[in-house]
């Protein structure tokens, strides 16, 4: 099947969907759409767009080099629009985040440790920020990335801003 | 599939040739078109593909999160452990009029059997895993198996698909074709260029062209772990074949095309809302409803789950709120 058209949403060209309530509030779906959400967002705000106890989802708008970041847990950044570079590095001594800390915090400095390596990732690609090294995204022209994550001290929470409130057909 | 218990299995039917069964007081049975499952009291029919688009489900996912209903009367509980059957449990007509059924039953148990129906009822061809379009009639009388279909093991990664001793990535050597409705997906591979002696931490792998080769519909499968939080990204096509009330929030994130959900109150049945999702929407599943997804187009979903043992119980007992976030 050649005429076949997969949609993906991008910063250009997004559509949402939407809420119809038979009986309902639509604040309930916590709905929101993350090329919405980063096309309105200012660069590497990571803005929750999914939370589920300390658990989020952050959607960061990707422009330019972001600040190096480090957690005490694997985290997980899958381009959902654009080209991103994702630098890894390892840290230098008390760069660390805490033990058990929840969430991405900001390294102080840069990394003390050598690099690790970096990945190219396009639209669909999913990178290991893996436990305890830094990381910071490049992109050239703005794009968007999800992380998988724990609530954390970067983490920005704009829900009645970013969600869904009205009842429409769709 | 042999199992160390004991199914009441029938001899197979004369004229049909599918095998009946019993488990508890539950008695299932198969002709060309209908499945009939009989309790105590009452009885309830549904089409054959129906039952078994959803016991497919209920079996690979050893009864997932909460409520698995097969359709408005027919379904399963997880505890966990144990699981409840029940007929007429979350359906406000049967509960009113008093016919409403459950039995717990231990959950490796009553898995043994029903993956002695899936076995039996699943005909030569017919793939209970696959969309309409890609698999053949499952009506008729009993014709050959199809095993390897419905014995395919559910993707579960520890850390990342892809990362070293991990899930593997697919490809067409590995049995993992591109889908006909995925055709146009890029294919490529993140560009990885790690400093020497780094190799497995600089990792990642194309998640769209992953779930443009899987070969099952509506199966959440386990891509990346961050402590119990777990991504279960999956293809869908045509319609979710269980109505799903889950025990906790769940959350969506539509990554392409378009699903349509359609939401129920979870213990009565009463319809809730009707919520659209497009590439890129994102939204939340509270935790007192049932939900079944339709897609006209496969589609790429991911399913976001928290897995944590602790939930079911602070959202039944009302510690913890069925929404995620109030603003
Ligand atoms: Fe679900």
Redesign the interface.
Known sequence: MSDVKTVFGSLASFQKGGIQVIADDPKNYVFSNVFDVASKAKPYERVAVGKNFEYVIECLRTEGTSPWYTADHDEFALVMDGMVEVELQKLGPSQAAAGGKDGAILVKGDPGGPRMGRIVCHRGHMALLPKGNAYRFKSARPGVVIIQTVQGELTIQRWAEICETRSAPV | MSSPFAVQASEPDNYYGYRSFKHGKFEFSRDEYFVKVRWPKGSHVMPADVFLRALQRDVAWNFFYGTVNFDHVFGTLNHYGTVDMFAGRFNDAYRKAGLDYNETHKSDELLATFKAILEDWTNKGYDPFAAPEETANPYGRKNGDNVKAITRQRVTAQ???G?AGDTPVRTDQNGYPVN???????Q????????KG?ED?????????YL?RSDVTWNPSV???????L?CPTSEEFILPVEHGND????F??????ITWV?K?KETG?????????????????ADIRHQGYSA?RSMLLV???N?GK?PELIASGK?PV???K?
Request: proline content about 8%; aromatic content about 10%; glycine content about 2%.
């Open positions: 850390r990342m698909v990362c006909r409705h995925f055709a146009d997906v890029p490529d591979q993140p560009q990885m260029l790690p400093e780094f931490e600089v990792k990642a792998f194309n998640l769209f062209g443009s891509c990346s772990v961050v402590r119990e939080s991504y906790r929030v769940e959350w994130l539509q990554l392409s095309d378009e939401v109150d009463a319809p809730r809302a009707n919520v659209v999702m497009r590439a890129g929407d994102i939204a939340a599943m509270p187009k976001w789950e928290n944590s939930i913890a929404t995620p976030v603003f």
